[in-house]
């Protein structure tokens, strides 16, 4: 069956390729005919070609995304920019673009957690992607403002373990954990916050990346909130292909 569906491939692509206006009508009426005939006798054809096609895509996808990943390496790895947790000297390094208002993030964050008690060699990356709006982007600014007084990781927790985020809400969490409210809101007034933000707005839309949660783990980008047991097995499939590690 395979070989009749390539035959079939290989009569319309030369038609195809010759233009139909240069073959005779007579001769391409009597193509059609064998066509639809055999189609018809084997309707299997149609959906071999097109799980072949769709293999082909998911193959082509794979390695237009294992070149992205590469040639951004560095901004998606080593952007001192960038907070790290987990393992800061792991072999595995996964990174996720986040939203603190976004409910999938909260879902994630919780999966994350998680992977990073099972696996203690994971190096996890922060790429702050506020896309849902000014409350998004307030809450973005004030994390990586806490940096400068050392407090970015329990403030980046609080907030996407809290369900309804507002400024009111954002400068109470960051007091709650110690932070000195007044210099944050200073610090979130220096240009390179938002300068940040901007860098991770355009590595995410080089990668293609247009919704939060979205990981980067070895040469897969993957959107959605993804279970711990999935990040496990991806953790573990970026490891095992790692020559380096």
Known sequence: ??????ALMTIVGAIAT?????????DREAIEAIVRDVIRKNPEIIIEALEANERRRVDEEATRTRALLIANREALHN?????????????????????????YCRQAHNEVQTLL???????????????????????????IASRLQGKYLPFHNAML????????VIFRLAADIGIDV???KSDM??????A??????KLAHALGINGTPAFAIGDKLLPGALPASKLVELVREAREACTTC
């Open 161 to 168: 373990e809290t369900r309804t985020l507002g400024e009111a």
């Open 182 to 184: 007044e210099r944050l």
């Open 1 to 6: 069956m395979r070989f009749l569906l390539l």
């Open 79 to 103: 952007d001192p920019n960038s907070e790290v947790a987990g393992n800061p000297k792991g072999d595995i390094t996964v990174v996720e673009f986040f939203d603190y208002r976004c409910p």
């Open 117 to 143: 008690k099972r696996d203690g060699k994971v190096r996890l990356v922060l790429k702050e992607l506020p896309i849902l709006g000014p409350e998004s982007t307030l809450a973005s600014r004030a994390a």
């Open 196 to 201: 940040i933000i901007t860098a991770n707005l």
């Open 189 to 194: 007034r220096r240009p390179e916050v938002d």
């Open 18 to 26: 010759a233009g139909a206006e240069t073959v005779p009508r007579t």
